[in-house]
């Protein structure tokens, strides 16, 4: 059984930072490619950040580039976002997600996922 627990969510003024954490409960985490994802109200889920096994290659999308980092931890099987600079647009549920062997940034093309965290920035 697979489970997926995020961390770190809350309520921040705009410009501040926020550290999303994942912990996963997996058999062979390096085996998966890592993906964080949001999803604000009444809007479809978005691709945020992936990493690959390694954590060598890193992918973002256009609007958190330059502010958000993911990492991993393949020790600790755990994931991380680091966000700064922080925008009310950021607002959302921020969910941590599994694919087996490689990154991408399609929410289904993702096997497992958190139940969420929300992060709401204030302006």
């Known amino acids: 059984q697979v489970q997926l627990v995020e961390s770190g969510g809350g309520l921040v003024q705009a410009g501040g930072s926020l550290r999303l954490s994942c912990a996963a409960s997996?058999?062979?985490?390096?085996?998966?490619?890592v993906g964080w994802f949001r999803q604000a109200p009444g809007k479809e889920r978005e691709f945020v950040a992936a990493?690959?096994?390694?954590?060598?290659?890193?992918y973002y999308a256009d609007s958190v580039k330059g502010r958000f980092t993911i990492s991993r931890d393949n020790a600790k099987n755990a994931v991380y976002l680091q966000m700064n600079s922080l925008k009310p647009e950021d607002t959302a549920v921020y969910y941590c997600?599994?694919?087996?062997?490689?990154?991408?940034?399609?929410?289904?093309?993702?096997?497992?996922w958190g139940q969420g965290t929300q992060v709401t920035v204030s302006s």
């Open positions: 997996v058999r062979t985490f390096s085996n998966y490619a």
């Open positions: 990493s690959t096994r390694s954590g060598v290659n890193t």
């Open positions: 997600a599994l694919k087996y062997l490689s990154a991408g940034s399609g929410w289904d093309e993702y096997d497992y």
